[in-house]
């Protein structure tokens, strides 16, 4: 019983490590995720601005009485591309 289950988990694993190297796959798992969740939580509103000295901020809560601007960033991923966020390339 017991390598019945350890070879059925094996299976799933190895089926699981095809599925997510397989690009097209990956997309299609993607827009189905899309189509369910809705984009609130999928995403997040970011809200960037720069101080008088010029250094950038980034916060969740819009500043008051200050030009902003707004982020959308993806949830489902790991990293912010800091570009995104400060609007400087990274070398």
Same mark, same amino acid.
């Given at each position: 019983?017991?390598?019945f289950?350890?070879?059925?988990?094996?299976? !799933?694993? %190895?089926?699981?490590?095809?599925?997510?190297?397989?690009?097209?796959?990956? +997309?299609w798992? #993607?827009?189905k995720?899309?189509?369910? !969740?809705? %984009?609130?939580?999928?995403?997040?509103?970011?809200?960037?601005?720069?101080? +008088?000295?010029g #250094?950038?901020?980034?916060?969740?809560?819009?500043?008051q009485g200050?030009?902003?601007?707004?982020?959308?960033?993806?949830?489902? +991923?790991?990293?912010?591309?800091a570009?995104?966020l400060?609007?400087?390339?990274?070398?």
């Amino acid at each position: 019983m017991k390598k019945f289950l350890a070879v059925g988990l094996g299976i !799933l694993i %190895a089926a699981g490590i095809v599925v997510y190297q397989n690009p097209q796959m990956r +997309a299609w798992f #993607e827009r189905k995720t899309d189509q369910v !969740l809705p %984009a609130s939580a999928t995403e997040q509103t970011l809200y960037r601005w720069r101080d +008088a000295h010029g #250094e950038w901020h980034v916060s969740d809560t819009p500043p008051q009485g200050i030009k902003y601007e707004t982020v959308r960033v993806p949830t489902n +991923a790991n990293v912010i591309p800091a570009e995104q966020l400060t609007g400087k390339k990274s070398n």
